[in-house]
């Protein structure tokens, strides 16, 4: 029986429940010297002059400015599309650009005396002029870059603006929307340490998603080469897209060279906020047509996005916001574009979702405005243009492998009991009390594996007839100890608790590219996959050597894991025997194999049915159910996809009714403490409905999508949508997400 | 300043700062590195631990204020190799991730359970809305508790 599609409990589950997690800031380090960075409390500003005179009369205090740091500033890699010019110093020298850029390095025996100590460093400001909005800043008044002479970072125009897109469109209508700025808040803030080895090679530990990536980019960065460093990412605290490489953790092994000494490193909450790169920060418009019967004709999306002060990945990630805008709609004509603009404000990274949330939001709030406009159900709407037949390549270029978009929305719809649902609604619009209901729908696809890796697996049976998998993919909760175990055990019949997985160093595992864009099983489980069944055949060889057969005759039998001579199960020999004989010979290296696997893209896609409750007196919303089907393809574990989805879900939730990261004029943030930010907590959330849906994708040997991000990209636009689907009697036809109370109930007032 | 108390059922005694708070006396001093920090405005909850049975955010207390009395942090939970019943709800639930938030929510959930041993989902949401977590959506530490309670845990 296969144990591929249970709900397996996690092998790493014990550690975490005891207090054992590996941490880098648990980590012992003798003698570590600790790092405290000294950060910009101004948005804009010529540094003119920095006093570390009374910092460093503290015992065995040192400062360091960008004047001493030898790095070259980064610039963002070419595929990022960043204007030449724009480039990131690792310390600030004469400009900062926002409030949290690091202006000198406070180096001290113990983090106490380094956060004295930074109290005691005086940096002189000269104020330049602030830009905070987008639309500021594309006007290149305030240039962060003067010598580039634009703010702009990045253009995508995918083809010449055509004035007729909406000609022969019955009914054309037109919205806006941003997807506000988010903190990523990984439970663990960024921590780091490095040490310098007698043979001068640096080993950094790093709370990271990608340490592979990383040891290239420290390479990079300080002039090594790769096999000079050890990246180990011990266990990570959570990551969401944004703990990849950043400039603290360039510093900090720098600094561990700098001094032939140990250095750690680990921020606070209120510094990972202006630290820790934001996400998402997308304005966008957008025009739909269609004809009478809501079939849609044309549609135009338009975005201007917030690269924040230092213009890389954030750049970028519109491209994907283009690629995806059409969703899961045939539209004939499209036309996408968009603006990356530098503000003096965080910059933008990948956040769960990164790029594809934002085309799902706005495509999503265009159907349902025009279903309206069409006066038809925002079900019936959809249905008329779903992408039936795969694969399916869009207007923007996507090739869609495989989906059944009406499927989901049947299921999403049934089991959210959406005909009550909408008896309900209309009992309560009858009645005229407060409390009002709405129901939102989401229907979506998203690309997972974005711009087509290449992931390592390495299987090796062990002396006792176990077995270990070294993978370059990377897991901060996302439990690879148990599913990628589960993969091999499949293919080689080894019991999963003699499976151990190896990850997250760079000695330890020969390449990799770690863990983001949802394409951890997909890449990485397929190349465990490919390199197990390497094993397999490279064992039959050994079985018939030692019994005399041909390798074609020798069959695995998995449920007893057991290699024998087909039809005849006594000739043959247990894995145990198996490596104990192996061992013996000198044979047992052989039994070991290495696959990389590169794949294309693939698509998952899903529906989900949110319903609040919406105070119309207050504006006070509450979500109350949330129905999510979202389908990834083949499952290796139910139970961590349930838990991919769950969590997912929350941060999507949180976007549409709970979470923005804000600035003021000035560029000062305004929610830079979990004390001001609006992460939302058990009690704002209800329990989720997730209903499995399982389309294998014929791209890979496993059928496998990626669910790490499905369930945020599908969640927003449903909560969106069921707060404007409340408001519709009122005239309400736009809300600003977070749709919050504050929101809603300025709404309600404007359109009064 | 000179303080006494008992952690996991061990008696401490160690000279410390007044400012010294009660987390970094159980991390640096007694090297409990179970209990993390996960914020530096009483939000998180990473922190829990419990103060004479009853759940604390270890970053709001002084370690002084912990003079004479009981901590028992998620190293003291378990009986050896066997978990306690919160801690195997947890694993059978899925209730965790990335693992940073579980000792929090799991001393958090034991304080719970002992005030209100059969919690409705709402209270259970209410009793834990004082510590985050980003990975899970809360959905299976819901369910963790209310197994846990019917487990009379």
Known sequence: ???????????????????????????????????????????????????????????????????????????????????????????????????????????????????????????????????????????????????????????????????????????????????????????????????????????????????????????????????????????????????????????????????????????????????????????????????????????????????????????????????????????????????????????????????????????????????????????????????????????????????????ALDLALRSAGYEELRAEQRRRREEGGSKQLGIGLSTYVEITNGVGETEFGEVEITEDGGAILRTGSFSHGQGHETTFAMIASEQLGIPLERITVVKGDTDAVASGTGTYASKSTQIGGVAARLASDDVVVRAKQIVADYLEASPADIVLDPAFARLHVAGSPAQGLAWEELAERASADGRLAELRAQHEWKADPSFPFGAHVAVVEVDVETGVVELIRHVAVDDAGTLINPLVADGQVHGGVATGVGQAIYERFAYDENGTPMTSTFADYSFPSAADLPSWERVEMVTPTPYNALGVKGIGESGTIGATPAVHNAVLDALAPYGVTHVDMPANGENVWRALQEAK | MRVALTVNGERREADLEPRELLVYFLRNHLGLKGTNVGCDTSSCGACTVLLDGVSVKSCTVLAVQADGREVTTIEGLAEGDELHPIQRAFHEQHALQCGYCTPGFVLASVSLLRETPDPSEEEIRAALDGNLCRCTGYHNIIRAVQAAARAGA
């Open chain 1, 1 to 407: 029986m296969s144990i591929l599609g249970n709900r397996v409990l996690r092998k790493e589950d014990p550690r975490f429940l005891r207090g054992e997690g590996s941490y880098v800031e648990n980590l012992s380090l003798e003698s570590a010297l600790d790092v405290t960075f000294v950060r910009s409390p101004v948005a804009h500003a010529r540094i003119t002059g920095i006093d570390a005179s009374a910092a460093e009369a503290m015992p065995n205090v040192q400062v360091l400015t960008g004047a001493d740091v030898d790095v070259e500033p980064i610039t963002p890699p070419p595929p990022f599309g960043v204007r030449a010019g724009v480039s990131r110093p690792l310390v600030a020298k004469d400009v900062v650009r926002f409030v949290g850029e690091i202006v000198a390095i406070v180096v001290s025996q113990d983090r106490v005396t380094g956060a004295d100590a930074r109290e005691l460093v005086f940096v002189d400001y000269d104020p330049l002029p602030v830009v905070v909005d987008v639309q500021d800043a594309l006007k290149d008044e305030v240039l962060l870059f003067p010598e580039v002479g634009t703010n702009v970072s990045g253009t995508e125009e995918l083809q010449e603006r055509d004035e007729a897109l909406f000609d022969g469109c019955d009914v054309v209508v037109s919205g806006k929307l941003e997807s506000q700025r988010m903190a990523p808040c990984p439970l663990e803030p960024r921590s780091a340490a490095a040490e310098v080895g007698p043979d001068g090679r640096v080993t950094a530990w790093l709370s990271t998603q990608a340490p592979h990536g990383d040891r290239q980019g420290l390479a990079a960065r300080l002039g090594l080469e790769p096999e000079q460093i050890r990246v180990i990412a011990p266990d990570v605290g959570g990551g969401f897209g944004a703990k990849t490489l950043n400039v603290e953790d360039v510093l900090v092994v720098w600094l561990s060279r700098r001094f032939g000494r140990p250095v750690r490193w680990t921020e606070s909450r209120s510094e990972s906020m202006v630290g820790l790169p934001h996400g998402r920060g997308q304005h966008m418009s957008f025009t739909i047509g269609s004809d009478r019967d809501g079939k849609i004709l044309a549609y135009r999306l338009e975005s201007v996005a917030d690269a924040g002060a230092y213009p890389a990945l954030g750049s970028f990630l519109p491209h994907l916001t283009l690629l995806m805008s059409s969703g899961v709609y045939a539209i004939p004509r499209i036309e996408a574009s968009s603006r990356s603009v530098a503000t003096n404000t965080v910059p933008t990274s990948a956040f769960r979702g990164a790029g594809r949330p934002e085309a799902t939001q706005a495509i999503e709030r265009a159907v349902d405005l025009l279903a309206a406009e069409v006066g038809i159900d925002p079900a019936e709407i959809r249905r008329r243009n779903f992408i039936d037949t795969f694969p399916h390549e869009t207007e923007t270029g996507a090739v869609y492998d495989s989906g059944d978009y009406e499927g």
